[in-house]
């Protein structure tokens, strides 16, 4: 499996997400299943069933943790130092040429992107055009909407 790169924040976020499968949710839906045991016959038991269902979700999400965690490669964003170059962690003041919009995004993991938090995934159209660029560059980008040019105002690790 390829490395998967994540920030502290984003390995620590699948830790604890992980830690809450194994330590709350999985012994839950043991009891669960448990509990439609002891209700007899199982081959009319819709909450035995919805309980082995919960089981085998949960299993698969640990299992896929697992594999992600043992697969990551954790990078610091503070600790980059890329000569002002956008890079994976890296924070980026943008401002859109056409409209003059302004934007901050921060550059992290599948794992970790949420745009409502300016947490723009390595893998998205914006992050692939942004990366190798220095402050001044104008990165064009393929939206949905249509291309848009945007000029690249700071770039910061942190």
Same mark, same amino acid.
């Given at each position: 499996?390829?490395?998967?790169?994540?920030?502290?924040?984003?390995?620590?976020?699948?830790?604890?997400?992980?830690?809450?499968? *194994?330590?709350?949710?999985?012994?839950?839906?043991?009891?669960?299943? !448990?509990?439609?045991? +002891?209700?007899?016959?199982?081959?009319?038991?819709?909450?035995?069933?919805? +309980? =082995?269902? *919960?089981?085998?979700?949960?299993?698969?999400?640990?299992?896929?943790?697992?594999? =992600?965690? +043992?697969?990551?490669?954790?990078?610091?964003? !503070?600790?980059?130092?890329?000569?002002? *170059?956008?890079?994976?962690?890296?924070?980026?003041?943008?401002?859109?040429?056409?409209?003059? @919009? =302004?934007?901050?995004?921060?550059?992290?993991?599948?794992?970790?992107?949420?745009? *409502?938090? &300016?947490?723009?995934?390595?893998?998205?159209?914006?992050?692939?055009?942004?990366?190798?660029?220095?402050? &001044?560059?104008?990165?064009?980008? @393929?939206?949905?909407?249509?291309?848009?040019?945007?000029?690249?105002?700071?770039?910061?690790?942190?």
């Amino acid at each position: 499996m390829a490395t998967i790169p994540l920030t502290i924040r984003g390995a620590e976020k699948l830790k604890q997400e992980l830690h809450r499968l *194994k330590t709350v949710d999985r012994p839950a839906v043991i009891q669960a299943i !448990a509990d439609a045991r +002891a209700q007899g016959d199982l081959s009319e038991n819709a909450e035995y069933d919805a +309980a =082995k269902d *919960k089981q085998g979700f949960i299993e698969g999400r640990i299992k896929e943790l697992e594999a =992600k965690l +043992a697969a990551a490669q954790v990078i610091d964003p !503070a600790r980059v130092d890329a000569g002002g *170059k956008v890079v994976f962690g890296a924070t980026v003041d943008l401002e859109d040429e056409d409209s003059g @919009q =302004k934007a901050t995004y921060q550059i992290v993991g599948d794992d970790e992107a949420d745009l *409502k938090l &300016g947490l723009i995934s390595i893998s998205s159209p914006i992050a692939r055009a942004l990366i190798g660029k220095v402050a &001044g560059d104008v990165a064009e980008v @393929q939206a949905p909407g249509g291309v848009r040019n945007w000029e690249i105002i700071d770039v910061r690790y942190v």
